[in-house]
Structure formats: structure tokens, C-alpha cells
């Protein structure tokens, strides 16, 4: 087990290339217990590669990868992961809900299957989870009659079955209608709330600065800066963050985040950007 | 005149439909021996095993049907010694199996390429809830594949009980064989041309309704 002050994630020199072209170029992050860390940076920057290497679904040629207590780069072959990704949660930006199974059994497959959870209890569970993600009067509806927002709230709900101590978000609000995003964003403010430590990788620059308590900004394969959501956000130090920023931020006409999206216990200061 | 052609017909109805019977049977027993072997070699294309799988595929796919069913039925023996008895192993077994070899070729590929159309994005899921690769397969996968599967699984049972006229080439009493001898009995032409405009029709009875069951099954499938 890790003592509480050792990180839930920590990578060290993190190299990955998909064959000639490199794609992480020394990535150093770290993650503590509890917290909510967002990466943040163009699109092909690397930020997916670095969530999937993080549960061994690539692997790095180079460097370091603890996670939660587990060597990731010692892993070898697929069954060698199963304990690893049993303790961390994944949720993808397409939701990637199974689309043969109802709502509750996308809840219960993998914790009766993998886990072991009696029948009932795994049901009991996925029906508070539900509830949690105020999904729960759609249990026995299939993934096609959702609309988005439901469906990534489901996949969220998914992820928590497993009891994860970790939980790593992919632009988990980019396929969305921008009426939805508020719904998911705020499932996923609760989660930090609560103190479940989670990686994001989000174009939702307020949210991020709102629930992060560090922020990393990535570009071209590299960590460019990394400090508070404060000091990012509203004094960042490098020129290409303050041009990426700016443009992810100052552009008039951009989508504002929906009015349904309220979190609580954010002193007004984090949501004046 | 043309009463007496449609009174033959009538008389010889109950033995095309007891011939019929014949290849009906051969073709559900094609179909469930083909696709038992098939979902099996398809399988085999998951596992190390996968060049004898290729290798199976590739034999059974690209003969000629008509050769198959010669070589079951002339290389077979028409008895088979097991556990001290004889059992008989007659023609229409022998055609049979002539037809569900290449049917289980085909099953296995339609598996294969089933199996393939399962968007990456659900492998990716599927292992990130730390399923083992056997559970990926049993609870994501093939459920997956079994509604794909339906509609050129149903257009290859359709071709089989087509296939299964070829029996009559080898002397198995089916409703081809039948005809022929209606045919060669009455001994006259127009009921010749009706009692083959008759088999036409029994054929398009049967395969008919198959084939638009598949279009409808295809175009529902077509929007998941
Ligand atoms: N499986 C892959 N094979 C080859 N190149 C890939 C693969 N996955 C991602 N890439 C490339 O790696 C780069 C980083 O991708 P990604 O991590 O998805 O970026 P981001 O999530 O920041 O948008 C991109 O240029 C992308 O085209
Ligand atoms: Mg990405």
C-alpha cells in the first residue's frame, strides 16, 4: 500500500513513439491522493497516449510509470494489467457503454465478472450509482435510447462499480450538445468533492480551473508548464501557454458553459477567468 | 389434355413433397454441423491456432461444391466399424457433409468478420474494466457479433438448400431425383415443363421468405 504522502501517479521521463513518430517526449506528472489533476493543450498533443499509459493500454518505450503503488512499465502481457485497471477507472469521450446490455447490467457485468460481487449486491450497487449520477430511471434502458449527456453519466457510474481509487476522464464532454455538458461536468465536480482523485484531460477551461489543483499544459509531446489552476490559468509563465490560453478562452462568440452548471463550494473568485 | 398433365401432377404431389423433405433435411443438418465447426474454426482464428483456421477457410471456400460432395461420397465408406458395430453411413449423410464443409467455411469467416466490425473503442473499454481476454470475448464481443451475424448466416442457409439439389447427382432420392422420374414416367412434355416450373416454385417458397427476412434484418441492424 502507499503511504499516504507517496503519489497516486507518478511518471518519470515518459517516452512513447507510434513507430517513427514520437508522441511523448518526457512526460513527468504527478498525481497526489485526492487530487483532481487536468491536463489541458491542443489536440495531438499527447494527452489521450498519456491517460492510456497510465493503465497499460500503451506502452511507453521509455521511462517510468507508478500508479497507484504499481510499476506500469514492469507489466508485461495483458493479464499482468488486470489488477491495475480493476483500481482505475476510465471513461472515454465517445462513452463506449456496451450497447447489447441495459443500463444496470453495463453496471454490474464487469464487477460480478471481475470482482466477483454477488449478483444482488453488484445490482444494489449499481442502482445507488445511479441514483448518484441521477440516472437511476433509466436502469433498464439500452445505450441507443440515451442521449449523450446520459450516456457518459452511465459510463461514469461504470467506472465508480469498480470501486476505483482513481478515475481518468478523455474529454469526456467534447461529443456532447453543449446543453449536456453542465449535466456531466457536475457528476464530475461532486466526484472531486467527495476527494476521488482524477486525471482529466478537458477543452473546458473554467471547469478545469474550478476543480483542479494542478494543471497540466501540454504540447507537442511535451509538458510545457504545470503549476495551480491559479497560477496557469491567470499567470501562466510561458508564452506558448499564454497564446493557447488565450485562444481557448478570449475568443469572442465561444460557448459559454451552461447555466445548469452549478458547483458549489467554489469561492467566486475560481469562476471570474 | 391439360387436365390429365395437372391430374398427374397431382398424383405425383405427395412423393416431390416427401422429396423435398429429403433436401430439407439435408440442409438444416448441413447448416447445424456447418455452423457448430464453423463458430469452432472461427474461434481458432483468436487463438495460435489461427494459420490451421486460414488454411481451413481457405481449402473449403475456394472448392467447388459439386466436388465436395463427390469426394464425401465416393471417398467414404458407405459403413462405418465404431465401438464393435456397423453403422450404416448412407448417401445423404455423405451430402451432407459435403455441404457443411463449406458452410463451416463460411460460418468462420462470417464470425471472423463480425468480430472484426466491433469498433476498437469496445476492446478498449472492455479491458480497461480489467476483463481478461477470454472475458472481453464472452461478454462484450460475441454478443456483439451474434446480431451481425444473423443476416449473412440466414443468405448462407438460403444458398445451402439450393445446394442441396446437387444430391440428386448422387443418386440421394431427393425432390430433383423425384422429378426426374415423374418425368421419365408420364412421359410427356408439357408435364416435363410443369413439374420443373413446379420445382422452381417449391425452391422459391422456401428460399423466398429467408431472403426477405435477412433485408429486413439487415436494414434494422444497419442503424445500431
Ligand atoms: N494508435 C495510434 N497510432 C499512430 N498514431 C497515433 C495513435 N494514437 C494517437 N496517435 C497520434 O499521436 C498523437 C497524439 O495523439 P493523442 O494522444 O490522441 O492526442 P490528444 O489526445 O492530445 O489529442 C497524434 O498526432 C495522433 O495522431
Ligand atoms: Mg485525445
Redesign the interface.
Known amino acids: 500500500m502507499p503511504s499516504t504522502d507517496t503519489p497516486l501517479v507518478r511518471l518519470r521521463d515518459v517516452h512513447l513513439a507510434f513507430g517513427a513518430t514520437p508522441v511523448l517526449k518526457g512526460i513527468d506528472l504527478t498525481v497526489g491522493k485526492g487530487q483532481a489533476v487536468s491536463i489541458i493543450g491542443p489536440s495531438g498533443s499527447g494527452k489521450s497516449t498519456i491517460l492510456r499509459c497510465l ?1 497499460g ?1 500503451l506502452k511507453p518505450q521509455r521511462g517510468e510509470l507508478t500508479v497507484a503503488g504499481t510499476a506500469v512499465h514492469q507489466l508485461h502481457g ?2 499482468a ?3 491495475l ?2 483500481r ?3 471513461v ?1 469521450q ?1 462513452y ?6 441495459s443500463v444496470l447490467d453495463n453496471l454490474t ?2 464487477p460480478r ?2 470482482l466477483g460481487l454477488p449478483a444482488r449486491e453488484a445490482r444494489e450497487q449499481a442502482l445507488a450509482l445511479l441514483a448518484k449520477v441521477r440516472m437511476q430511471h433509466k436502469a433498464a434502458a439500452f445505450p ?1 435510447e440515451l442521449s449523450g449527456g446520459q450516456q457518459q453519466r452511465v459510463a461514469i457510474a ?1 467506472a465508480l462499480a ?1 470501486r476505483p481509487e482513481l478515475i481518468l476522464f478523455d474529454e469526456v464532454t467534447s461529443a456532447l450538445d453543449p446543453e449536456m455538458v453542465g449535466e456531466v461536468l457536475n457528476v464530475i465536480g461532486e466526484l472531486t468533492e467527495e476527494g476521488m482523485t482524477c486525471v482529466l484531460v478537458t477543452h473546458e477551461m473554467r471547469f478545469a480551473e474550478g476543480i483542479s489543483d494542478q494543471v497540466y499544459f501540454t504540447e507537442h509531446g511535451v509538458i510545457v508548464e504545470h503549476g495551480s489552476a491559479e497560477q496557469l490559468f491567470n499567470h501562466p509563465g510561458e508564452a506558448r501557454t499564454q497564446a493557447f490560453l488565450q485562444h481557448a478562452l478570449g475568443q469572442p462568440g465561444r460557448r459559454r458553459i451552461p447555466d445548469t452548471y452549478v458547483l458549489r463550494n467554489l469561492s467566486p473568485y475560481h469562476l471570474s477567468v | 389434355m391439360a387436365n390429365d398433365t395437372l391430374a398427374a401432377l397431382v398424383e405425383w404431389a405427395p412423393a416431390l413433397l416427401v422429396g423435398l423433405g429429403q433436401n430439407v433435411l439435408i440442409s438444416l443438418t448441413a447448416i447445424a454441423a456447418g455452423s457448430a465447426a464453423g463458430l469452432f474454426i472461427g474461434a481458432l482464428n483468436f487463438s495460435p491456432l489461427r494459420p490451421l483456421a486460414r488454411l481451413w477457410v481457405q481449402v473449403f471456400r475456394n472448392a467447388p461444391w459439386l466436388v465436395l460432395i463427390y469426394f464425401t461420397t465416393y471417398v467414404f465408406p458407405f459403413e462405418v466399424h465404431l465401438f464393435g458395430r456397423y453403422l450404416a453411413f448412407p448417401d445423404w449423410l455423405k451430402v451432407t457433409l459435403g455441404l457443411a464443409l463449406p458452410a463451416s467455411a463460411n460460418v468462420a469467416e462470417i464470425l471472423r468478420g463480425a468480430v472484426g466490425s466491433i469498433p476498437a473503442t469496445q476492446w478498449e473499454a472492455a479491458r480497461s474494466m480489467a476483463f481478461s481476454r477470454a472475458q472481453v470475448f464472452t461478454q462484450v464481443i460475441l454478443p456483439q457479433c451474434f446480431t451481425r451475424m444473423l443476416p449473412p448466416w440466414m443468405n448462407l442457409y438460403a444458398i445451402i438448400t439450393m445446394g442441396t439439389a446437387l444430391a440428386s447427382l448422387v443418386g440421394v432420392h431427393d425432390v430433383i431425383d423425384t422429378a426426374q422420374i415423374a418425368s421419365n414416367t408420364v412421359n410427356r412434355i408439357p408435364f416435363t415443363v410443369l413439374i420443373y416450373f413446379s420445382l422452381l416454385a417449391l425452391f422459391f417458397a422456401w428460399c423466398f421468405p429467408i431472403s426477405r427476412l435477412t433485408q429486413r434484418l439487415e436494414r434494422r441492424y444497419a442503424f445500431h
Open positions: 493503465t493500454l495483458e493479464a494489467h488486470r489488477p485497471r480493476q482505475v477507472g476510465f472515454f465517445q463506449n457503454l456496451f450497447p447489447h446490455l457485468v464487469a465478472k471481475v441507443g461504470r469498480m
